[in-house]
């Protein structure tokens, strides 16, 4: 066993955890902020009153369910892989479909088109943050021995 692959192995882990944490973090701040004050963000969906507020709230709750792949893979990035995995096509449908949904609608809904495209960049960033994750736990490059090399 080489102490420095296992050093580096452990140093890549930590640095998957940070990304993982950082796009956790701020889908948890979102929701978070759905739920305790929804009317504050309803009418950037042109929606209003009680129905608005339940709407956005609803969306908060979403957002908590959503968090649980990213909770299992910031606890281990390698152990659970697959939650990893499944967090970076949540994001990629997130970002998928909020680029079709802004694709249908007409010019004159701006304010809910900002919205949208809020979204976009959000879990644009999101998905970088969570494939450089991956991949810092799961490439490695080839290690070779003195004498030895790729052919």
Same mark, same amino acid.
């Given at each position: 066993?080489?102490?420095?692959?296992?050093?580096?192995?452990?140093?890549?882990?930590?640095?998957?955890?940070?990304?993982?944490?950082?796009?956790?973090?701020?889908?948890?701040?979102?929701?978070?902020?759905?739920?305790?004050?929804?009317? !504050?963000?309803? +009418?950037?969906?042109? =929606?209003?009153?009680?129905?608005?507020? +339940?709407?956005? +709230?609803?969306?908060?709750?979403?957002? =908590?369910?959503?968090?649980?792949?990213?909770?299992?893979?910031?606890?281990?990035?390698?152990?659970?892989?697959? !939650?990893?995995?499944?967090?970076?096509?949540?994001?990629?449908?997130?970002?998928?479909?909020?680029?079709?949904? =802004?694709?249908?609608?007409?010019?004159? @809904?701006?304010?809910?088109?900002? !919205?949208?495209?809020?979204?976009?960049?959000?879990?644009?960033?999101?998905?970088? =943050?969570?494939?450089?994750?991956?991949?810092?736990? @799961?490439?490695?490059?080839?290690?070779?021995?003195?004498?030895? @090399?790729?052919?």
């Amino acid at each position: 066993m080489n102490p420095t692959l296992d050093s580096t192995a452990i140093t890549r882990q930590w640095i998957a955890r940070g990304l993982i944490a950082v796009v956790l973090a701020l889908n948890l701040q979102a929701a978070v902020s759905y739920l305790i004050d929804p009317q !504050s963000f309803s +009418a950037s969906f042109e =929606l209003s009153g009680v129905p608005g507020a +339940a709407a956005v +709230a609803g969306v908060g709750i979403l957002y =908590l369910m959503w968090q649980v792949p990213y909770i299992f893979a910031l606890t281990n990035p390698v152990k659970y892989k697959i !939650s990893l995995i499944e967090a970076i096509f949540m994001q990629t449908i997130g970002l998928l479909g909020e680029s079709w949904l =802004l694709s249908t609608l007409d010019p004159s @809904h701006a304010l809910l088109r900002s !919205s949208i495209e809020r979204y976009i960049i959000f879990d644009a960033g999101g998905l970088v =943050l969570l494939v450089c994750a991956y991949c810092a736990v @799961h490439y490695r490059r080839p290690q070779f021995k003195k004498g030895e @090399h790729d052919v």
